[in-house]
């Protein structure tokens, strides 16, 4: 069993930056694939940023050169850092654990296994 606290969310202006945390409990933290999802009301829940165990990293076009996904396994920590925020960015963030493997597949919401409460991310205009 794993569970995962989600911290960071804000108000920011667009163009600003935020840093996002999760903490995980358990031993395993390190075998874990971790994931970024993100819901805007209204809209499905999406992928944003996954990086593996060995510490491969994939992202959603949509932020890709804006965000960047990171860990550190001695605190069992995952962040996500937000740059040049959009008001598109806008929602509640995610962050989530399962099984490791192909980056490609950690896209997908059904890869994993925990799920965080969510954090709010609000950008002005």
């Known amino acids: 069993q794993v569970q995962l606290v989600e911290s960071g969310g804000g108000l920011v202006q667009s163009g600003g930056s935020l840093r996002l945390s999760c903490a995980a409990s358990?031993?395993?933290?390190?075998?874990?694939?971790m994931g970024w999802f993100r819901q805007a009301p209204g809209k499905e829940r999406e992928f944003v940023a996954a990086?593996?165990?060995?510490?491969?990293?994939v992202y959603a076009d949509s932020v890709k050169s804006r965000f960047t996904i990171s860990r550190d396994n001695a605190k069992n920590t995952v962040y996500l850092q937000m740059n040049s925020l959009k008001s598109e960015d806008t929602a509640v963030y995610y962050c989530?654990?399962?099984?490791?493997?192909?980056?490609?597949?950690?896209?997908?919401?059904?890869?994993?296994?925990?799920w965080g409460q969510g954090t709010q991310v609000t950008v002005s205009s």
């Open positions: 358990g031993r395993t933290f390190s075998t874990y694939a």
């Open positions: 990086i593996t165990s060995g510490g491969s990293t």
């Open positions: 989530a654990a399962g099984s490791s493997g192909n980056p490609y597949y950690l896209t997908n919401r059904a890869r994993y296994d925990y």
